[in-house]
DNA sequence: TATGCCGGGAA
DNA sequence: TTCCCGGCATA
């Protein structure tokens, strides 16, 4: 990734005439627009979360009456969401690192997070909401995840042929990454096997060893049923899955965990939850997959980061993201070296810094959100671009100096936005 | 370096 | 909500 470019001199250029023409004008219909819709939004979250609970409530029965068989209706439901998860992923990763710019690595990423996921880190793997809090290593590698991925990346798309880096222990997943991409699924798990068990409660990851534990988590955790943790009706069944790890792949997966786990903390681990709201709560998915649940939100939750996440002062503004990825993406195009110009606009290299980090963190619940947000839209700063251009005539500060401040305007006084003279 | 202003925090 | 201020971006 050699950046030949002589961006400097386009830049400044560029940067000058284009943050007073183009810039301009739309930061300020930005701005009016996010102040409305922050409030609004702020209703419609309440409205959301009680909608989620519903439909939550109504797919937990339709799974438990229906005889549904779960666990495969499960997987392939993974398995096809990855392509939401992939597009995910794909915006994320443009907004985290510049670097990489290869949708398609992504969808690699998704696969092997999830494998991973399942070996070394438990509880991430398939719930959104929660994995984040269950893995410790998620939040140790905040910043690392660009390294990983662009390596990842790369390799799917060039060789469409050849078989997919990213070792998968379960057959599952490998089976799944093939109905998803395409591609010959050479590798199977030669070495000795291991059999977990997978939670696949929505926001929960949560992988045991044994059968009964897996069972018991169930049962206790999500079915609720405390007091007769023992009695087994067999519900249990439909929210957990087995899933056989290689040891050596495993040992593959933590070893590219480390560098990578950051960056798959990010995009990965929401996309499974997404799925599997999605595909098995037909119904209700769709309206859900922005209302969400717990699980649900993740998702959302991380496209939000998406968007938002990477301008690197955005703070609390959803809306104005879009400036920050979509300009970035936009110019990327051609290729990958190729983005230089946009790409080296201050937001959008600051964003995945910042984003990645908080973004581990959240993982809580209705917490989660507001940290995310807060940290995720401030990276998009869009905002930043968004700042108005300096005011060119004299402000109270100027006009009064500090000796008389009492006469500046209050937000002067506040180091705000000067109100008396605007330009 | 001075200035303007955003984002956040405290009261 | 008001007031302040840290800190960043720009001139």
């Known amino acids: 990734m050699t950046f030949t ?3 400097e001199d386009l830049k400044r250029d560029s940067s000058k005439k284009m943050s007073h023409q183009h810039l301009f004008p739309l930061a300020m219909e930005e701005d009016v627009k ?3 819709t922050k409030k609004a939004n702020r209703a419609l979250d309440h409205e959301k979360e009680n909608t989620r609970s519903i439909c939550l409530l109504e797919q937990k029965r339709k799974v438990v009456s229906s005889n549904i068989d779960v666990p495969p209706a499960r997987k392939s439901s993974e398995e096809l969401d990855m392509d939401k998860v992939t597009a995910a992923m794909v915006l994320t990763s443009l907004s ?7 949708p398609p ?8 997070g999830s494998w ?3 070996g070394g880190v438990p509880s991430s793997s398939s719930s959104s909401g929660y994995w984040s809090w269950s ?4 939040q140790s590698n905040p910043s690392t995840p660009s390294p990983p991925l662009s390596a990842d990346s790369f ?3 060039r060789s469409p042929a050849p078989p997919p880096p990213p070792p998968d222990d379960g057959i599952d997943e490998a089976e799944a990454s093939n109905l998803l991409f395409d591609e010959p699924i050479p590798r199977k798990r030669k070495n000795s096997m291991k059999v977990m068990f997978k939670c696949l409660w929505k926001n929960c990851g949560k992988v045991l060893s044994t059968a009964a534990g897996i069972q018991k988590h169930i049962r206790t955790i999500h079915l609720g049923r405390i007091g007769d943790s023992d009695y087994s009706d067999g519900e249990e069944d439909f929210y957990y899955t087995e899933i056989k790890l290689n040891t050596d792949s495993v040992a593959d997966g933590l070893s590219s965990l480390a560098p990578v786990s950051p960056s798959q903390s990010l995009a990965s681990p929401p996309t499974f939850p997404i799925p599997d709201s999605s595909r098995t709560e037909t119904p209700c998915a769709k309206t859900e997959t922005k209302l969400m649940t717990p699980l649900s939100r993740s998702a959302p939750t991380t496209l939000y980061l998406v968007h938002t996440d990477h301008a690197y002062q955005v703070t609390s503004e959803g809306p104005p993201r879009p400036p920050v990825t979509i300009p970035g993406s936009a110019k990327f195009t051609p290729n990958g070296s190729s983005f230089s110009i946009s790409w080296q606009s201050p937001p959008v290299t600051f964003t995945g810094i910042p984003v990645s980090p908080t973004h581990n963190h959240p993982v809580g619940t209705g917490e989660q959100r507001q940290h995310t947000h807060t940290v995720l839209s401030s990276p998009p700063r869009g905002t930043v671009s968004l700042r108005k251009p300096r005011g060119e005539g004299k402000k109270c ?3 009064y100096g500090m000796e008389n401040r009492d006469l500046w305007c209050t937000a002067c006084r506040w180091k705000k936005a000067c109100q008396r003279f605007t330009d």
Do not use: H, I, W, Y
């Open 5 to 7: 470019f002589q961006p």
């Open 34 to 36: 996010t102040a409305d």
């Open 96 to 102: 985290t690192s510049p670097l990489v710019r290869s």
């Open 105 to 112: 690595v992504r969808p690699n990423e998704g696969l092997s």
């Open 116 to 118: 991973k996921e399942g």
């Open 135 to 138: 893995a410790p290593s998620d």
């Open 155 to 157: 390799k799917p798309f």
């Open 397 to 399: 500060r100027k006009v």
